[in-house]
């Protein structure tokens, strides 16, 4: 079983920063594979930052690249990831994922389908302008 838990969601103006957590617990030996994603009201869900720990490779999208930076600190079991320069389309709320993909590749193509299999609950993030 594994266990992943958000925090540091929460509401700031345009142009301004949030760093988020997540804290995972449970059977997390070799889940290499981790990611953001968010999912705003109306929309899919959708990949944001991607990190692979095995080969040190991290993805992001397009409309985060540049201000959004994904990070793990291995001995806490924390992922986070930092949020700058946010803008009102950021606003959604933002879950944690993990599995057990052993390369970048399959770690990153099912991160872009949203096709992993450990979830956290979710954390809110609002963007006023």
């Known amino acids: 079983q594994v266990q992943l838990v958000e925090s540091g969601g929460g509401s700031v103006q345009a142009g301004g920063s949030l760093r988020l957590s997540c804290a995972a617990s449970g059977y997390t030996y070799s889940m290499y594979c981790m990611g953001w994603f968010r999912q705003a009201p109306g929309k899919e869900r959708e990949g944001v930052a991607l990190?692979?720990?095995?080969?040190?490779?991290?993805y992001y999208a397009d409309f985060v690249k540049g201000r959004f930076t994904i990070s793990r600190d291995n001995a806490k079991k924390t992922l986070y990831l930092q949020m700058n320069s946010l803008v009102p389309e950021d606003t959604a709320m933002y879950y944690c994922?993990?599995?057990?993909?052993?390369?970048?590749?399959?770690?990153?193509?099912?991160?872009?389908?949203?096709?992993?299999?450990?979830w956290g609950q979710g954390t809110q993030v609002t963007v006023s302008s």
């Open positions: 994922a993990a599995d057990f993909f052993p390369d970048s590749t399959t770690c990153f193509t099912r991160g872009t389908r949203s096709q992993y299999n450990h």
């Open positions: 990190i692979h720990i095995g080969e040190v490779a991290t």
